[in-house]
C-alpha cells in the first residue's frame, strides 16, 4: 500500500485528532495519505488536499471516519476504481463499521499487514428517464389516441417514445427511494419487474433495497434483514394504504421500474412533487411521466472486515439481540 485516502465527516466529533493519528501511523510506513478539503482546512494541512473526493478514492485504500452515512459516501466513489473502505465507526449503529476509534492503532497495523477480509457488496444503479416533447394539440386525432394508450411501462408507441430520454440519477450502495417530496399526499406508484406489472400501489412512497441496505430504510419500512452475501432487490412500499400490500423480493438481476403520481384527480399531475434519493444523498426530483429504472449495478463495494467478525455476531450486538 502507497496510498491511503480518508474520508472523514468534519462535524464529528475527534476527527481532526484522529485523522492526525492516522496519518502519524501511515507516514512512519512511509505511506502518502491523502484528506478532503474541508478536514485539511481543519487541520491547517493544506499539503494534504486533495481537488476532488474523485482522486481520493483513487488511493490503494479508504479509511472513513463518520457513521454509516459516511462510507455509503465513499462506495460511491470508491466503487469505480475498486478500492476497499476501512470503515472506523463515529456513528450511532454503524451496521457498515469495521473499526472503533479506540481501535485505529492496531486496526491499521493488521491492514498493513493484509490481517482484514474484503466483502464485496452489491450496488444499485437508479436512473430517471425524462419523458421528452409529447405530440402536440394540432397532431391529428389517430396519433393522439396512440399517444395516449401508450403512456404505460412499455411505451410502445413511437409518438409517446421520448426522443432522447434524459437519465438522472446515481449508484448506490444501500437503497433508491422514490418518495413524496413537499404535500402529504398519497402517490400512486406503478411497479413492474422486466416486463410485468407487479403492482398498482397506493403509498407514501417506495424502497428499492440491495442487501446491504436492508438494515436501513428498508427496514424501517417492515422489510427483512437479508445477508449481504446473497443477491437480491428488496422492494418495499411505505405506508401503503393497504393491508395486503408487502414487502417482495426479485432477482438480483431484473429491471425494476417505477411511475409515481398523484392519487386523486384534484390535484393536477404536473404539479407532482416527488424525488429518486439514492442512499439518503443523491436527489433528483420527478416530474409527471418520468420512469425511474432501477438495476443492479456492474461495480460493487468493497468492505474491509475483521475475519473473526461475522454479519450474525454484528446484528446481534447493534440490535441488541441477546
Known amino acids: 500500500m502507497k496510498t491511503l485516502g480518508i474520508f472523514a465527516a468534519p462535524g464529528k466529533p475527534n476527527v481532526p485528532q484522529l485523522t492526525q493519528q492516522i496519518i502519524d501511523l ?12 474541508e478536514v485539511a482546512d481543519v487541520m491547517g494541512r493544506a499539503d494534504l488536499c486533495c481537488a476532488s473526493n474523485d482522486e481520493i478514492a483513487r488511493c490503494d485504500t479508504l479509511i472513513t471516519l463518520s457513521g454509516d452515512g459516511g462510507v455509503l459516501k465513499a462506495a460511491r466513489f470508491a466503487a469505480p476504481h475498486g478500492t476497499p473502505i476501512l470503515a472506523v465507526d463515529l456513528g450511532r449503529l454503524g451496521f457498515l463499521s469495521a473499526v472503533r476509534p479506540t481501535e485505529i492503532k492496531a486496526a491499521f497495523n493488521r ?17 430517471v ?17 396512440a399517444t395516449t394508450s401508450s403512456i404505460n411501462h412499455s411505451g410502445t408507441g413511437a409518438d409517446a417514445q421520448p ?36 403492482a398498482e400501489t397506493r403509498a407514501d412512497g417506495l424502497v428499492i433495497s440491495t442487501p446491504t441496505g436492508s438494515t436501513a430504510y428498508a427496514l424501517s419500512a417492515g422489510g427483512p434483514i437479508v445477508h449481504p452475501s446473497v443477491p437480491l432487490m428488496l422492494i418495499c412500499p411505505i405506508c401503503p394504504h393497504s393491508i395486503a400490500q408487502r414487502p417482495f423480493v426479485v432477482g438480483p438481476d431484473e429491471t425494476v421500474e417505477i411511475h409515481a403520481e398523484w392519487e386523486g384527480d384534484e390535484v393536477l399531475p404536473e404539479t407532482l412533487e416527488a424525488m429518486l ?17 432501477v438495476v443492479r449495478s ?25
Open 26 to 37: 501511515a507516514s512512519a510506513r512511509g505511506i502518502e495519505t491523502r484528506v478532503q478539503q
Open 111 to 127: 491492514l498493513v499487514d493484509g490481517e482484514f477480509e474484503i466483502e464485496e457488496r452489491m450496488m444499485l444503479d437508479a436512473r
Open 129 to 145: 428517464l425524462r419523458r421528452a416533447q409529447w405530440p402536440t394539440a394540432d397532431q391529428s386525432n389517430s396519433t393522439t389516441a
Open 163 to 198: 426522443q432522447t430520454p434524459e437519465l438522472e440519477g446515481s449508484i448506490g450502495l444501500n437503497d433508491a427511494v422514490v418518495a413524496k417530496s413537499a404535500l402529504a399526499r398519497i402517490l400512486r406508484l406503478s411497479i413492474y419487474v422486466g416486463d410485468d406489472l407487479v
Open 277 to 293: 434519493t439514492i442512499d439518503g444523498q443523491v436527489g433528483v426530483t420527478l416530474r409527471s411521466g418520468d420512469r425511474v429504472r
Open 298 to 322: 456492474p461495480l460493487c463495494a468493497r468492505l474491509m472486515q475483521p475475519p473473526e467478525g461475522s454479519f450474525f455476531t454484528r446484528l446481534r450486538q447493534k440490535l441488541h439481540w441477546n
